[in-house]
């Protein structure tokens, strides 16, 4: 019985080693990196690679400690197609391990021609300086995008488009700009690079789509007239007080508009552009002053102010300036509220009760816009 047992082994037992565990592959732009674990044994000393039918090959050393170890290996200039890559480990003295393979898919240009730029459903200009870009729904494999363009202050400016964003809105965005957009993407989760699009340039026609003002006024009581004008400011520093209102340069613009001129019915204002005081990176603000002089032996109107509005001419920007949206400011003594908002958001300007002698001036100033 041992003679037919020893027949089997009489030139030497065969010895195997700890084969590479855990083998894993992540694909990238012609090359590949693989993982594997060493588990237990410490004999483990070296290690061979193969792939395209085992006529390439690379070796390299390995070190064991008491601990499991994580081996990476990172192939370079590999063909773009799929390849199977199989790992055998050695021991110092060429005892092998069985053979661990994976299948590992090569990147390259072949792929990275393949990808389009995300694409986008329309473009709309929003005031003299935004575009906004409503996005078409993202490739599968699609990261992110990428916009590059020259702002208002000819700055260059990359604005950074996620994946899952609907609508994004570039800021100072010269009227008939053009921007430039490529788009990145990852083949697979486990892929170790990111490929991108070529920039592709996208031109804009400038529009004439002015921003316009309107409101609607009725007066009541009293008979002193002038009492209500319409200003607009660029450089009020946004503090609502007498000596900052006082400050700011203020631009009569009541006569490009229709006031109230007595009756029971409010009265449309007509629409005014006021666009040229839009610049661009600044805000500006619009004011309603009610003034009352007792010199003029006049007494003062109640002065009715409601549907304040700011938009451009296509709709596509609109701003409500409700009275919540005023901020008062009163220059004179006062025996009473002389700004009071109603529910509806109607402005109700006024003067005292008494001190008809005493000079007021009451100032309705928008937030900014």
């Known amino acids: ?7 089997f082994i009489e030139d030497g037992e065969t010895t195997y080693i700890g084969k ?12 590949v990196e693989l993982h594997w674990l060493l588990i237990s044994d410490p004999k483990v000393d070296n290690y061979k690679i ?58 390259g240009s072949r792929y990275e021609n393949s990808l389009v730029n995300r694409a986008f459903n329309e473009t ?21 995008s990428e916009i590059k363009y020259r702002n208002t202050n000819d700055d260059e400016v990359i604005y950074r488009v996620n994946r899952d964003s609907e609508v994004d809105t570039l ?34 026609e400038a529009e004439e789509n002015p921003l316009l003002l309107s409101f609607s006024t009725r007066y009541q009581y009293g008979s002193q007239d002038n009492q209500l004008t319409v200003l607009i400011s660029t450089d009020f520093n946004g503090s609502y007080e007498a000596a900052d209102v006082n400050a700011a340069t203020w631009i009569d613009i009541t006569d490009d508009f229709v ?19 839009e610049l661009p990176n600044e805000l500006f603000y619009i004011a309603f002053k009610y003034t009352y002089s007792p010199d003029l032996g006049t007494k003062p109107r109640n002065w009715f102010l409601e549907d304040v509005l700011v938009e451009t001419q296509n709709g596509n920007r609109k701003s409500g300036v409700e009275g919540s949206g005023f901020n008062f400011v ?6 009473r509220d002389v700004a009071v908002i109603g529910s509806t958001g109607r402005i109700t300007f006024r003067g005292n009760s008494g001190l008809e ?11 900014p816009l």
Do not use: C
């Open 1 to 7: 019985m041992d003679f037919n047992y020893r027949q």
């Open 20 to 31: 590479a565990d855990s083998l894993l592959v992540r694909g990238g732009n012609q090359r």
């Open 50 to 107: 193969y792939w395209n039918n085992r006529q390439d090959s690379v070796m390299g050393q390995l070190h064991k400690t008491d601990q499991i170890d994580t081996v990476v290996v990172l192939l370079r200039n590999l063909e773009e197609k799929t390849h199977e890559f199989e790992v055998f480990q050695f021991d110092r003295l060429g005892n092998t391990s069985i053979r661990s393979s994976v299948v590992g898919k090569v990147y």
């Open 124 to 144: 709309e200009y929003i005031g003299r300086d935004r575009m906004e870009i409503t996005w078409a729904d993202p490739e599968l494999q699609l990261l992110f």
């Open 171 to 204: 800021y100072n965005f010269p009227n008939g700009g053009e921007f430039e957009l490529r788009s990145a993407f990852i083949p697979d989760s486990l892929a170790l690079d990111t490929f991108y699009t070529d920039y592709t340039v996208f031109e804009f």
């Open 259 to 277: 006031l109230s001129s007595g009756g029971d019915s409010f009265i449309s204002s007509g629409l005014k552009d006021i666009s040229e005081y």
């Open 330 to 335: 009163t220059i004179g003594e006062t025996d």
């Open 357 to 367: 002698d005493r000079s007021l001036v009451t100032w309705g100033i928008s937030k």
